[in-house]
T-cell receptor, first 117, second 116 residues
């Protein structure tokens, strides 16, 4: 149980276009979703936290207009990279949390490797 | 301030050797969770263990073992008889109960290279 599916696994897009990454909790309700960015050979950097039905809370230095996060339901959160540029190329990972007996657990998607050319 | 410290950036050992990955954390909370994750070259994070602050028992799972010591704020991870498939980056993480949304605080990661 507790599977998080992230799609796509990898994407190549042209500079200036937008890319949407989906993160779905398949068998549980994700009350909170986290979006991370990981640069090569570095740790995970938290970009934003979103609770279902409310606006995402962005970490300092993360442009909210560039990285649009929508957590419309308890099983789906999306990250849209708008007007992508080569410097947005990175590995993006989502994570979902739930409550109850699984409170405190973190479940991760497979990650999305974004390359902007 | 660094709250989770993985001082070893990279470790390289020969297959079948034992190897210990260090993790030192810092928190003022009395209730917290500690995690270890494995990240192979594919990038997908593989959950290894979660330990809450009230459970100081060491844990063994096959070739993996974890040594949690609150007195030294450490949660070290040992792989016994290492194998080439153990090669990956390993992350230690902390989740503080009082912290909003149980946000994970990540260590910098330790790259483990197992040579055949």
């Amino acid at each position: 149980g507790a599977v998080v599916s992230q799609h796509p696994s990898w994407v190549i897009c042209k500079s200036g276009t937008s890319v949407k990454i989906e993160c779905r909790s398949l068998d549980f309700q994700a009350t909170t979703m986290f979006w991370y960015r990981q640069f090569p050979k570095q740790s995970l950097m938290l970009m934003a936290t979103s609770n279902e039905g409310s606006k995402a809370t962005y970490e300092q230095g993360v442009e909210k207009d560039k990285f649009l996060i929508n957590h419309a339901s308890l099983t789906l959160s999306t990250l849209t990279v708008t007007s992508a540029h080569p410097e947005d190329s990175s590995f993006y990972i989502c994570s979902a949390r739930t409550g109850g007996t699984l409170l405190g657990e973190a479940f991760f998607g497979q990650g999305t490797r974004l390359t902007v050319v | 301030a660094q709250k989770v410290t993985q001082a070893q950036t990279e470790i390289s050992v020969v297959e079948k050797e034992d190897v210990t990955l260090d993790c030192v954390y810092e928190t003022r909370d009395t209730t917290y969770y500690l995690f270890w994750y494995k990240q192979p070259p594919s990038g997908e994070l593989v959950f290894l263990i979660r330990r809450n602050s009230f459970d100081e028992q060491n844990e063994i799972s096959g070739r993996y073992s974890w040594n949690f010591q609150k007195s030294t704020s450490s949660f070290n991870f040992t792989i016994t008889a290492s194998q080439v498939v153990d090669s990956a980056v390993y992350f230690c993480a902390l989740s503080e109960i009082l912290r909003s949304n149980y946000q994970l605080i990540w260590g910098a990661g330790t790259k483990l290279i197992i040579k055949p």
